[in-house]
Structures are given as structure tokens and as C-alpha cells.
């Protein structure tokens, strides 16, 4: 990751950007790898597991959402 002193120069986005960038990717990975932990906690008979996994994959991909608008508003 750029460090803190890193505005734009080396990689050619702007850091607030950077992180928008980052945020969104990080709640859509994080989405598709409570899927696989929905079908394990399913396999295992754990409805309750697979409940609150459902919930943070939920939270995730509304994350994910506001991040994508968030980038549309700002990128054009």
C-alpha cells in the first residue's frame, strides 16, 4: 500500500481515491468469502452461523454499493 507521504506521484491516483478504490474491493472480496463461509456453516446444519454470516455479507455488499456510487460521484 502507497505510504502516507504518497499523494498521487508514483501511482497516479490520488489517495482518497486510493482508498475508495481499496474499500469497495475490500467489501466485495469480503462478500464472495462469506459465501463460502454461508456453505460451510449450511454443510455443518448451523442455520444460526449461516444467519449472521448472511448478515455480514449483507453489510458488505451494501458497503460495496456506497463505495461503487461514492466513485461514480467523484471519478465522472
Do not use: H, P
Not at 497516479?12 to 456453516?41: H, M, Q
Request: overall charge negative; glycine content about 10%.
Amino acid at each position: 500500500m502507497a505510504s502516507g507521504t504518497e499523494a498521487g506521484q508514483v501511482t497516479g491516483t490520488k489517495d482518497k481515491d486510493y482508498n475508495i478504490i481499496w474499500f469497495t474491493e475490500a467489501c466485495l472480496s469480503n462478500a464472495l468469502r462469506l459465501d463460502t463461509y454461508i456453505k460451510d456453516a449450511e454443510r455443518d446444519g448451523d442455520n444460526e452461523l449461516a444467519d449472521f454470516f448472511r448478515r455480514a455479507q449483507a453489510e458488505s455488499r451494501k458497503g460495496a454499493e456506497q463505495g461503487k456510487e461514492m466513485l461514480r460521484k467523484r471519478l465522472g
